[in-house]
C-alpha cells in the first residue's frame, strides 16, 4: 500500500474549519501566539478573534495578524470565555469544525492537521483536544485529557511536573479536554448549545465534556497535537479582577448540574458538607481569604435553585447516554481520598523532614520520611546513601526484638494501668460528672493529659491499648526521630548527630521508665526535642504563631510529666540569663498558654507541691540513689548499669574545655543542670505508694541532665580535631560507649518486666469480673496497713488520676481502723454505704484476718491466690451511699476547657497564604 492511499480520507477533502481566539489583556503572550498559528501545517478556512475589552495592544495585534475585519468585540469587560466564542461563531460563516484557541497558547505546526486526523476517525467523534505542554518549559505535561472527581477537584492523572517522553502518545476517549486546542465539531455545539455561560473561566471544559458524552457523542484525545500553555488564568500572570470563590462555585455547579437522580441528591450533601469541612480546614491555617471564599462558593450555588433548576433541565432535554456508560470517564471515588492520604503524608514529611540536600544535581530521596543524606554515589547500597535512614530502621528492628514479651498489643505495669477497652470510655470520663473507678467515688477534675489521649486515640478508636503500646515499646526509635530533627539545628556533622540522636533515644530505656512503664516520662521524652526546637525558634525571631507551638508543646509535655515543666522552666529562665536576652511577650504568653489549658487537677500543684513529681499512671515511688539520678537513672527496676554512663559524664565535663564552643556548650551544661535539680528535688518528696522510704520518680530529670552533657560534647565535637588524632580516635571510642552498650544491654534484657503485655487485675479475677467494689488491704499490724479501693478491675489509664475528696478518704480511713480495732458490724454498714462489696488481703496477715472474720455482716469467700483471704458484705446498702458528683455545670466547663486546647492547637498552626485568584479586588 503507498503512501497516498494511507492518508486520511479528509486530506483529499478536508472539512471546514472555523478558528477562534479569545484574548484578554494578551499583548505579553500573543506575539509568539500569533507567529505559532502562521505557521500551520494546515491553516483553518477562517479566522476571527474576540478581544475582551482589553486595555492594552491586544487588538492591535490581533488585528496586524488576522485583519481588523476579522476581529471583533466581547462587548463587556467581563465577559467570559464562553460567551465570547458564541459571539465569535455567531459573526463567522458556518464551518464543519470550530477549534477554540488561548491567547497563551502556541501551536506546534502540525497540531491542527492532528486533530482532524483524529476527529474524521469515527462518526460519534464530537470533541478532541490536543496534548498541553507548560509554557514555557515546554517539555512538562499539563494534560492529555481531563476529568473531575465527586469531590469537585479537577483530574488529569499525570504527576505533577511529570515530563513528555511519550509515555501518553496514544489516543484515547476522555470525559473532557481543554479549551486551549480544543476541536469540536459545529453540529453538536449548536445541539448542546456551546458552553454554558454560567462556568466564565473555570471548568467550562469538563461541564461540556460531560455534556457531550451525555449525548452519547465521545470526546477523544490527539496527542500528535501538541499545544504549550502557559495558563495564565489559573497561574494568576494575567491581570484581571478575581471573584471570590469562583474556582470552587465552578466545581460544584459543574457536577451538580450534570448529577442525575438520587446521585444529585448525595452529590449535594456531600459538597455542602465537604465545602464546609474546607472552610474549617481554611480557618484552622488561618487563611479567612480561603474560607470566606469557600463560603462565597456555597451561597452562590446552594442560595440560587432556580439557576440549578434550569442548568439541570437544559442538560437533561439532550442526554441519551446511560450513566453506566459513561462511568469509565471518571476517576476512582477513592481518588481525592487517596490525595488526601498523600497530602498528610507529605505534611508529615515535611514535619519531620525539614530540608533537601540537593548533590550531584539530584535531590535525595523523599521516599524516606527522615533523611536529608547526600548522594555520594549512585552505585553505593541504600544503606550507606542513607545512613539515618538505616539507623532509624535498625533501632525498630532492635525494639520489636527488645519488646519480646509485649506483642500483645497492649502493656500494663504497677505504675501503668491498662488502657480502656474503647476510646469512648476516654471521652466518658472527660464529662463524667462522677468518678467511680476510685471505688469511693469522686467528682473531682479530670486527668490534665485526659484530652490529649482522648483526641489522639481516634486514630486507634476500638483498640486505644495500641497507643500505650507503641510508645513503650518504639520510645527509643521514636525519641531518636525527634532527637535527630533537632540535632540538625544543632550542627551540619552528621556522624556525630546520628550517634548522639541514638544515645537520646536510648535515654528512654536506660533511665528505666519504658521497663518500669513510666508513660508520662516517655512522652516527654519523645516530645522534649519537639519543644526545645520550637522553644528555640521563639527566642530567636518570635512571633505568635510559635509562641502557640510552645505553649501547645509545653502543655502536651507536662500534662503527662508535670516535671518537664519545672525543667523547661529553669532551662528557660537560664537560657535567657546566659544569653543576656529579655523574655519577649510571645515567650511569656506561651508559657502562660500552656499553663491555661493543663487545667485545674494541674493547678493543684502549686497548692500540693509534691505532686510535681506525679506523672500519667499510679504515683508509686522507688528507691532511687544519688548515683542512680548522676548516671541517668530514675531508680527501680529496668534502669541501664551506672557504669554504662561514665564516659558521658567525662566527655560532658571534657567539652567546656574548647574555647571556640564555650558559650553553646554553656548553655547545654544549663539545660542539663536543670534536669538534675529537678531530680535531686524529685528524690528527697516522699511517694504516694511503693516501699518504704521510697521516693518519687525522677528518672525524667535524670534522662535530661545527661541528654544536656551529650547536647554538650555533640557541640564541641568540631573542636577535638584540633587536639591530634589520637583525641580524635580516643573521643570516639569513649563516646560510642553509651549508645553501643545501652543497645547491646537493652536488646539482652528486654523491655519487659515490670512492664508486661498482659494485664493482670489486683484482685481475684471473680471479684473483677462481677464489677464489685474491693476494699483491698495489705500488710500488718504491727508494721501498718495500706489501703485501697478497687472498682471491678480497677481503674485504666486517665482514671489513676481522679481522687476522692480528702475529707471522704479520711472518713473511710477511719471506718477501716475501726473495723480492724473493733470488729464492729456498724463499721461494715458503714463500708456498704461506701460502695463496697468485699474486702481482700492479698497477703492476709493472721491478726488481721482474725479481726475482720469476727465482724458481723461479713461472709468468707474464696480466692483463687494462695495466702489471700477474701470476704463479701451481707450488709444492705444504705441510701447515703450515692457517690459524689459534680455540678451540672461539669460537662460544660469540660466542654470550654477542650475549646481551649483546640483554639491553642489551630494558633500552632503555621498560616497559609491564599492564592491572588481567591481574593477580591
Known amino acids: 500500500m503507498d503512501e497516498e492511499e494511507q492518508l486520511p480520507a479528509w486530506r483529499s477533502a478536508p472539512p471546514s474549519v472555523l478558528a477562534v481566539i479569545v484574548s484578554r489583556r494578551g499583548e505579553r503572550w500573543l506575539p509568539q501566539t500569533l507567529a505559532s498559528l502562521a505557521r500551520l501545517d494546515h491553516l483553518p478556512t477562517g479566522w476571527i478573534a474576540v478581544d475582551v475589552e482589553s486595555d492594552d495592544a491586544t487588538r492591535e495585534l490581533l488585528s496586524d495578524a488576522l485583519g481588523a475585519e476579522h476581529v471583533i468585540s466581547s462587548g463587556s469587560p467581563d465577559a467570559g470565555f464562553g460567551e465570547s466564542i458564541r459571539r465569535a461563531v455567531e459573526a463567522a460563516p458556518r464551518t464543519d469544525w470550530i477549534w477554540l484557541l488561548h491567547d497563551d497558547a502556541i501551536v506546534d505546526p502540525g497540531a491542527l492537521t492532528a486533530l482532524l486526523d483524529e476527529a474524521t476517525s469515527a462518526d460519534d467523534i464530537a470533541v478532541v483536544g490536543p496534548k498541553v505542554r507548560e509554557w514555557p518549559s515546554l517539555r512538562r505535561l499539563l494534560e492529555v485529557g481531563r476529568t473531575i472527581t465527586g469531590t469537585g477537584a479537577l483530574e488529569t492523572g499525570l504527576e505533577p511536573g511529570e515530563p513528555d517522553a511519550g509515555q501518553h502518545d496514544w489516543p484515547r476517549d476522555v470525559l473532557a479536554v481543554s479549551t486551549a486546542g480544543m476541536l469540536v465539531r459545529r453540529d453538536v455545539w449548536d445541539e448542546l448549545d456551546g458552553l454554558d455561560p454560567a462556568l466564565p473561566l473555570f471548568f467550562d471544559d469538563i461541564d461540556f465534556g460531560w455534556r457531550v458524552a451525555r449525548a452519547g457523542y465521545r470526546t477523544r484525545t490527539a496527542p500528535a497535537a501538541v499545544i504549550f500553555h502557559a495558563e495564565a488564568s489559573s497561574r494568576r500572570t494575567r491581570r484581571r479582577r478575581p471573584v471570590a470563590g469562583e474556582h470552587r462555585r465552578a466545581a460544584v455547579y459543574t457536577i451538580l448540574a450534570n448529577a442525575r437522580g438520587p446521585r444529585f441528591w448525595w452529590q449535594s450533601v456531600r459538597l455542602f458538607v465537604g465545602t464546609i469541612l474546607r472552610m474549617l480546614g481554611f480557618l484552622v491555617v488561618k487563611d479567612t481569604r480561603a474560607a470566606s471564599a469557600e463560603l462565597a462558593a456555597l451561597r452562590e450555588v446552594f442560595a440560587k435553585p432556580g439557576l440549578m433548576r434550569r442548568a439541570r433541565a437544559r442538560r437533561a432535554a439532550t442526554a441519551r447516554a446511560a450513566s453506566r456508560d459513561i462511568a469509565p470517564l471518571f476517576p476512582s471515588v477513592w481518588l481525592p481520598y487517596q490525595h488526601g492520604w498523600d497530602v498528610v503524608v507529605e505534611s508529615v514529611r515535611a514535619a519531620v523532614r525539614p530540608e533537601a540536600v540537593q548533590t550531584l544535581g539530584r535531590r535525595s530521596s523523599t521516599i524516606d520520611l527522615i533523611d536529608e543524606e547526600i548522594v555520594v554515589e549512585d552505585g553505593d547500597p541504600w544503606w550507606r546513601r542513607y545512613p539515618w535512614a538505616t539507623t532509624v530502621l535498625v533501632l525498630t528492628l532492635l525494639a520489636l526484638i527488645a519488646g519480646r514479651g509485649l506483642w500483645t498489643g497492649s502493656v500494663a505495669s504497677p505504675v501503668l494501668p491498662p488502657s480502656p477497652e474503647s476510646v469512648a470510655d476516654w471521652w466518658r470520663d472527660l464529662f463524667a460528672r462522677t468518678a467511680d473507678a476510685t471505688g469511693l467515688g469522686s467528682a473531682a477534675w479530670p486527668a490534665p493529659y485526659l484530652p490529649v489521649l482522648a483526641v489522639v486515640g481516634l486514630l486507634v478508636a476500638f483498640a486505644p491499648g495500641l497507643l500505650t503500646w507503641a510508645l513503650i515499646v518504639f520510645a527509643v526509635p521514636l525519641a531518636a526521630v525527634t532527637a535527630h530533627r533537632f540535632g540538625r539545628t544543632i550542627t551540619e556533622r552528621r556522624g556525630p548527630r546520628i550517634v548522639w540522636a541514638v544515645g537520646y533515644g536510648l535515654l528512654t530505656a536506660a533511665s528505666g521508665a519504658a521497663a518500669q512503664g513510666r508513660f508520662g516520662t516517655v512522652v516527654a521524652l519523645i516530645l522534649a526535642p519537639v519543644l526545645a526546637n520550637v522553644v528555640a525558634q521563639l527566642i530567636v525571631l518570635p512571633t505568635w504563631t510559635r509562641a502557640a507551638q510552645v505553649g501547645l508543646w509545653l502543655a502536651v509535655v507536662s500534662v503527662f510529666a508535670p516535671a518537664a515543666f519545672l525543667i523547661a522552666a529553669l532551662a528557660i529562665a537560664g537560657l535567657l540569663v546566659v544569653a543576656r536576652l529579655r523574655p519577649s ?111 518519687s520518680w525522677s528518672g525524667l530529670g535524670a534522662a535530661v541532665w545527661l541528654a544536656g552533657l551529650g547536647t554538650a560534647v555533640l557541640l564541641a565535637a568540631g573542636e577535638v580535631g584540633r587536639w591530634g588524632r589520637r583525641a580524635v580516635i580516643a573521643g570516639v571510642v569513649v563516646a560510642v560507649i553509651f549508645p553501643v552498650g545501652v543497645s547491646a544491654w537493652w536488646v539482652l534484657r528486654g523491655t519487659a518486666e515490670p512492664v508486661s503485655g498482659s494485664v493482670e487485675p489486683t484482685i481475684p479475677a471473680y471479684l473483677a469480673d462481677q464489677g464489685h467494689t474491693t476494699l483491698v488491704i495489705d500488710g500488718s499490724l504491727a508494721d501498718g496497713v495500706t489501703i485501697d479501693v478497687v472498682e471491678g478491675a480497677g481503674p485504666h489509664l486517665g482514671q489513676e488520676a481522679v481522687e476522692p475528696s480528702p475529707q471522704r478518704r479520711e472518713r473511710f480511713a477511719s471506718t477501716v481502723t475501726s473495723l480492724l480495732a473493733t470488729s464492729s458490724g456498724s463499721d461494715v454498714e458503714e463500708l456498704a454505704r461506701y460502695g463496697v462489696d468485699a474486702i481482700y488481703l492479698p497477703d492476709a496477715d493472721t491478726s488481721i484476718a482474725q479481726g475482720i472474720s469476727a465482724a458481723p455482716g461479713l461472709l468468707p469467700a474464696g480466692s483463687d491466690r494462695p495466702g489471700s483471704r477474701v470476704w463479701t458484705l451481707d450488709a444492705v446498702e444504705a441510701s447515703a451511699g450515692e457517690p459524689p458528683e459534680a455540678g451540672a455545670w461539669r460537662p460544660y466547663a469540660v466542654g470550654g476547657w477542650l475549646v481551649a486546647w483546640a483554639a491553642l492547637a489551630i494558633a500552632a498552626v503555621p498560616g497559609r497564604r491564599s492564592p491572588d485568584e481567591e481574593e477580591a479586588s
Do not use: M
Request: charge should be negative; charged fraction near 10%.
Open 585 to 695: 511577650w510571645e515567650l511569656l504568653i506561651g508559657v502562660g498558654a500552656a499553663i491555661v489549658v493543663a487545667g485545674p487537677s494541674w493547678w493543684r500543684r502549686i497548692i500540693d507541691p509534691a505532686d510535681w513529681w506525679w506523672e500519667a499512671g499510679i504515683p508509686r515511688g522507688v528507691e532511687t540513689s544519688a548515683l542512680d539520678i548522676v548516671t541517668g537513672s530514675g531508680g527501680g527496676p529496668g534502669g541501664a548499669p551506672w557504669w554504662l554512663a561514665v564516659g558521658l559524664l567525662i566527655l560532658g565535663v571534657l567539652a567546656l574545655i574548647p574555647r571556640a564552643t564555650r558559650f553553646e556548650v554553656s548553655l547545654a551544661w544549663w539545660i542539663a543542670l536543670s534536669g538534675l535539680l529537678v531530680a535531686a528535688i524529685g528524690t528527697a518528696v516522699p511517694a504516694v505508694a511503693g516501699p518504704d522510704g521510697s521516693s
